[in-house]
T-cell receptor
């Protein structure tokens, strides 16, 4: 099984550019998540989707939008990138409430 | 608000035992989880406590006390490969998963 697949792995954007980070899981999980990780800040939740067709804000949603395209796919969009969005982004998915979350390998994004 | 507090760094000696604590200020969650992350890698699941008490998985054990809003991860027989960051996390009943800021474990030979 591929598990959770994120694309791209690396990206450099100029300030003001837009991009979409893609995430897909093949484990038939209901819940999917987007996190950003910055040094010393741990994993901060941007948005999550508890089921197909629903999305909710996390801890740091400003500057981002998400789409739960179907049960497998959950994308994260930066409409106008800012240097403060330079970070490592992780997508994760999880099944039932008491099961583990599985993470993709991350996207390292630099905004210059 | 919701927050989980962990020490930022812990240092221990190879072969020893180390405990990483996690205190939280939240409610209405299913349980406390622990994740490991090596430099440049993705977090991976280690352990989960739904109920109060100790859960053991090989060299790793995790403990939860809901009455004390406290949990810990215990690593025994430390190996150099255990050098990593460790995160506690809670899953709320609305499916939101919140992580602590992580504890970087340094292991000395």
């Amino acid at each position: 099984n591929a598990g959770v697949t994120q694309t791209p792995k690396f990206q450099v954007l100029k300030t003001g550019q837009s991009m979409t980070l893609q995430c897909a899981q093949d484990m038939n999980h209901n819940s999917m998540y987007w996190y950003r990780q910055d040094p010393g800040m741990g994993l901060r939740l941007i948005y999550y989707s508890a089921s197909e067709g629903t999305t909710d804000k996390g801890e740091v949603p400003n500057g981002y939008n998400v789409s739960r395209l179907n049960k497998r796919e959950f994308s994260l969009r930066l409409e106008s990138a800012a240097p403060s969005q330079t970070s490592v982004y992780f997508c994760a998915s999880s099944g039932l409430a008491n099961t583990e979350a599985f993470f993709g390998q991350g996207t390292r994004l630099t905004v210059v | 608000g919701q927050s989980l507090e962990q020490p930022s760094e812990v240092t221990a000696v190879e072969g020893a035992i180390v405990q990483i604590n996690c205190t939280y200020q939240t409610s209405g969650f299913y349980g406390l989880s622990w994740y490991q992350q090596h430099d440049g890698g993705a977090p991976t699941f280690l352990s989960y406590n739904a109920l109060d008490g100790l859960e053991e998985t090989g060299r790793f054990s995790s403990f939860l006390s809901r009455s004390d809003s406290y949990g810990y991860l215990l690593l025994q027989e430390l190996q150099m490969k255990d050098s990593a960051s460790y995160f506690c996390a809670v899953r709320h009943r609305d499916d939101k998963i919140i992580f602590g800021k992580g504890t970087r474990l340094h292991i000395l030979p």
